[in-house]
């Protein structure tokens, strides 16, 4: 049996480095990473916290609490903005392929922004709520 979690975050790096629209906000190759690198240029998204529960009722079912943190040193919040909402339209609704599970859904839950302490950037967080079962 096969890690869900490994299994959709896999899967949620293929859709948005693939995304036409997260593309033409971040490059392309997208600057998406798991763990950025310390002179990574500016805009990015990263792959943010994760988390799996038992989904109450159905027999090898979990629950998926996804979230990505977009980072900009444009002066302002629009270009966050931007790449929140193409992230969102590539995964809210997403058919994703997962090895050794199916991917119920997965839903956009909110998104937050706000400048980060050092004043230099803006930082952005979009959460989603996915379901998983096993096949």
Request: zero cysteines; hydrophobic letters at 45%.
């Amino acid at each position: 049996m096969t890690d869900a979690q490994w299994e959709l975050q896999k899967a949620v790096y293929q859709a948005l480095s693939a995304d036409a629209g997260l593309q033409a906000e971040i490059g392309d190759p997208p600057r998406l990473y798991d763990d950025p690198p310390a002179d990574a240029a500016f805009p990015y998204v990263t792959l943010g916290e994760a988390r799996s529960s038992a989904l109450s009722g159905v027999e090898g079912g979990l629950e998926h609490d996804v979230k990505l943190y977009v980072f900009s040193r444009y002066a302002g919040r629009r270009e966050v903005k931007r790449i929140l909402a193409a992230v969102q339209d590539a995964l809210h609704d997403a058919s994703l392929t997962l090895t050794g599970h199916d991917l119920v859904n997965m839903r956009f839950v909110f998104a937050d922004v706000f400048r980060r302490l050092d004043g230099a950037a803006y930082q952005g967080m979009a959460r989603f709520r996915a379901v998983t079962v096993t096949q």
